[in-house]
C-alpha cells in the first residue's frame, strides 16, 4: 500500500514534486535495505501516472493496482522512495522536460541526463536511490546510461511484464533499470527477470564497424582500450558491418513505425483534451499523424529485411559491441536545430535493438574530458542474463 514519501531533500530535481508516494520494502527479501525510484509512467495504487505531462495528470484517474515491476521489487525487500521526471509521454531522449524542468546530471554538471528515464538516471547518478526503474522504446534508458555513466538494460522486448505502465509504442516498449554497480544492478535482475545470473560463458563477439564509424572520432578513441578490454573475454572476435545500407537507414524505418503506434495509442486522448506538449513532442505527434499507409508498408518491408539479417548475425549466439551513444551529453538548453543530427545519430545506435527486440547493456566504462561515454553490448533476444554476468566480470577487470 502506498503511503506518502517521507522526508526526501530532492537536490537534482529529479523527482516529481506533485505526487508523494511511496512503498516500504518487505521486511525480508533478495533487495532488502535497497532504495529505488519508479518512473512516473508506473502505476502506484491510488495515485495518478503523471507521464511527465500536467494535462495527463488531470485527466486520468488514480490507479487501481500497482504495476507489477513495482510490486515485484517491493516484495522482494526493496523500498520505493518516490516516482521520479520523464520527457513527456516518454516521447524523448535528453531528458528536459518544459513542463516540470530537466533532472540534473550529476555526472555532467551543466549537460542534460538523457531522457526519457531522465529523473530515474539522475536520482541513481546523485547516489539519492541505490537503483531505479525506466523504460526503453527508442532508447530511453540506454541513452541515459551513457549520459549519466551508469549500468543500464533495455531487455528482451516482452521479458518484463509491462503490465500498468503508461504505453507510448507497445511493439517497442520495455522496462529496465539502473544501478551504479554491476553488483546491484545484478541483484536487481534476478528478481526482474525472475532467474539466476549465471557465470558468463562467452564465445564470440561482434564488433559492429557501421556502429562506430556513426560516433565523434573522440568517442571511438576513449572506447578503443574499452572493447580490447571486452574482446579479451571472448574467444573470437570479428569486426562486422550489421546494415549494409547504413545504420540511419535502419533507424528511419522504426521511427516511422514507432511513430506511428505512438499516435495510434495517444491519439484520442490528444484529440480529445488538446493538451500543453512541448513543441518538439507535439512536433512528433504531427508528423507522426501524417504517415501513410504507403510509407507504414515501406517501414514494415524495411524491417522484416532487417530482422532477416539480424537473425544471421545473431546464429551461433554471439555478443554485439557498440558504442551507446555518439557523444557525451550534449548542454542543456541548446536549440532543436542543433541536436537533429546527434538525435538522428543515437536513434540509428538504438535501432539495432529496438528493432529485433534484442537486450542491450550500457557498460559506464569510459569518459571524454571527465564526461561519461558508454560502451555497449547486444545479445541475442533471451540473452538478457549473459550480458548482466559480462557486465559483472568486465567491472572487475576495469578495475
Same mark, same amino acid.
Given at each position: 500500500?502506498?503511503?506518502?514519501?517521507?522526508?526526501?531533500?530532492?537536490?537534482?530535481?529529479?523527482?516529481?514534486?506533485?505526487?508523494?508516494?511511496?512503498?516500504?520494502?518487505?521486511?525480508?527479501?533478495?533487495?532488502? $535495505?535497497? &532504495?529505488? @525510484?519508479? !518512473?512516473? #509512467?508506473? +502505476?502506484?495504487?491510488?495515485?495518478?501516472?503523471? /507521464?511527465? *505531462?500536467?494535462?495527463?495528470?488531470?485527466?486520468?484517474?488514480?490507479?487501481?493496482?500497482?504495476?507489477?515491476?513495482?510490486?515485484?521489487?517491493?516484495?522482494? $525487500?526493496? &523500498?520505493? @522512495?518516490? !516516482?521520479? #521526471?520523464? +520527457?513527456?509521454?516518454?516521447?524523448?531522449?535528453? /531528458?528536459? *522536460?518544459?513542463?516540470?524542468?530537466?533532472?540534473?546530471?550529476?555526472?555532467?554538471?551543466?549537460?542534460?541526463?538523457?531522457?526519457?528515464?531522465?529523473?530515474?538516471?539522475?536520482?541513481? @547518478?546523485?547516489?539519492?536511490?541505490?537503483?531505479?526503474?525506466?523504460?526503453?522504446?527508442? /532508447?530511453?534508458?540506454?541513452?541515459?546510461?551513457?549520459?549519466?555513466?551508469?549500468?543500464?538494460?533495455?531487455?528482451?522486448?516482452?521479458?518484463?511484464?509491462?503490465?500498468?505502465?503508461?504505453?507510448? @509504442?507497445?511493439?517497442?516498449?520495455?522496462?529496465?533499470?539502473?544501478?551504479?554497480?554491476?553488483?546491484?544492478?545484478?541483484?536487481?535482475?534476478?528478481?526482474?527477470?525472475?532467474?539466476?545470473?549465471?557465470?558468463?560463458?562467452?564465445?564470440?563477439?561482434?564488433?559492429?564497424?557501421?556502429?562506430?564509424?556513426?560516433?565523434?572520432?573522440?568517442?571511438?578513441?576513449?572506447?578503443?582500450?574499452?572493447?580490447?578490454?571486452?574482446?579479451?573475454?571472448?574467444?573470437?572476435?570479428?569486426?562486422?558491418?550489421?546494415?549494409?545500407?547504413?545504420?540511419?537507414?535502419?533507424?528511419?524505418?522504426?521511427?516511422?513505425?514507432?511513430?506511428?503506434?505512438?499516435?495510434?495509442?495517444?491519439?484520442?486522448?490528444?484529440?480529445?483534451?488538446?493538451?500543453?506538449?512541448?513543441?518538439?513532442?507535439?512536433?512528433?505527434?504531427?508528423?507522426?499523424?501524417?504517415?501513410?499507409?504507403?510509407?507504414?508498408?515501406?517501414?514494415?518491408?524495411?524491417?522484416?529485411?532487417?530482422?532477416?539479417?539480424?537473425?544471421?548475425?545473431?546464429?551461433?549466439?554471439?555478443?554485439?559491441?557498440?558504442?551507446?551513444?555518439?557523444?557525451?551529453?550534449?548542454?542543456?538548453?541548446?536549440?532543436?536545430?542543433?541536436?537533429?543530427?546527434?538525435?538522428?545519430?543515437?536513434?540509428?545506435?538504438?535501432?539495432?535493438?529496438?528493432?529485433?527486440?534484442?537486450?542491450?547493456?550500457?557498460?559506464?566504462?569510459?569518459?571524454?574530458?571527465?564526461?561519461?561515454?558508454?560502451?555497449?553490448?547486444?545479445?541475442?533476444?533471451?540473452?538478457?542474463?549473459?550480458?548482466?554476468?559480462?557486465?559483472?566480470?568486465?567491472?572487475?577487470?576495469?578495475?
Amino acid at each position: 500500500m502506498a503511503t506518502t514519501r517521507r522526508s526526501f531533500h530532492d537536490h537534482l530535481n529529479a523527482f516529481c514534486k506533485d505526487t508523494g508516494a511511496y512503498l516500504q520494502g518487505a521486511p525480508d527479501g533478495p533487495l532488502s $535495505g535497497l &532504495t529505488f @525510484a519508479a !518512473k512516473d #509512467i508506473l +502505476d502506484i495504487a491510488g495515485y495518478v501516472t503523471g /507521464g511527465g *505531462n500536467p494535462d495527463w495528470k488531470e485527466t486520468h484517474p488514480a490507479a487501481d493496482k500497482t504495476a507489477w515491476t513495482v510490486q515485484t521489487l517491493v516484495d522482494a $525487500g526493496a &523500498t520505493m @522512495a518516490g !516516482k521520479t #521526471i520523464t +520527457d513527456e509521454l516518454t516521447r524523448g531522449i535528453f /531528458g528536459e *522536460n518544459a513542463h516540470y524542468g530537466t533532472p540534473t546530471n550529476p555526472r555532467a554538471p551543466g549537460r542534460v541526463p538523457g531522457g526519457s528515464s531522465s529523473g530515474s538516471a539522475s536520482a541513481v @547518478a546523485g547516489g539519492l536511490v541505490d537503483f531505479a526503474l525506466g523504460s526503453d522504446t527508442g /532508447g530511453s534508458v540506454r541513452v541515459p546510461s551513457s549520459f549519466c555513466g551508469l549500468y543500464g538494460l533495455r531487455p528482451t522486448h516482452g521479458r518484463i511484464p509491462l503490465d500498468g505502465i503508461l504505453l507510448q @509504442a507497445p511493439s517497442y516498449d520495455t522496462i529496465g533499470w539502473f544501478a551504479n554497480d554491476s553488483e546491484t544492478f545484478a541483484r536487481v535482475g534476478s528478481v526482474l527477470l525472475q532467474s539466476q545470473i549465471p557465470e558468463a560463458r562467452p564465445q564470440s563477439l561482434i564488433i559492429a564497424e557501421d556502429a562506430f564509424e556513426l560516433a565523434d572520432p573522440e568517442v571511438v578513441d576513449v572506447l578503443k582500450p574499452k572493447v580490447d578490454l571486452v574482446s579479451s573475454l571472448f574467444g573470437e572476435t570479428r569486426r562486422e558491418r550489421l546494415s549494409p545500407g547504413g545504420l540511419i537507414e535502419w533507424s528511419g524505418q522504426q521511427q516511422i513505425l514507432q511513430g506511428r503506434e505512438a499516435w495510434e495509442t495517444a491519439r484520442d486522448w490528444l484529440d480529445r483534451v488538446n493538451p500543453r506538449l512541448s513543441f518538439e513532442v507535439g512536433n512528433r505527434y504531427g508528423l507522426a499523424q501524417l504517415t501513410t499507409e504507403e510509407e507504414v508498408a515501406a517501414a514494415r518491408k524495411v524491417r522484416g529485411e532487417i530482422l532477416k539479417r539480424m537473425n544471421e548475425v545473431f546464429a551461433g549466439g554471439p555478443v554485439i559491441c557498440l558504442p551507446t551513444t555518439v557523444s557525451p551529453a550534449p548542454p542543456t538548453g541548446q536549440r532543436l536545430s542543433e541536436r537533429a543530427s546527434l538525435r538522428a545519430r543515437n536513434s540509428a545506435l538504438t535501432s539495432v535493438a529496438g528493432t529485433t527486440g534484442a537486450p542491450q547493456i550500457n557498460l559506464p566504462l569510459a569518459e571524454l574530458g571527465g564526461l561519461p561515454v558508454g560502451l555497449s553490448l547486444i545479445g541475442s533476444p533471451g540473452a538478457d542474463e549473459l550480458l548482466i554476468a559480462l557486465a559483472r566480470r568486465i567491472e572487475i577487470l576495469n578495475g
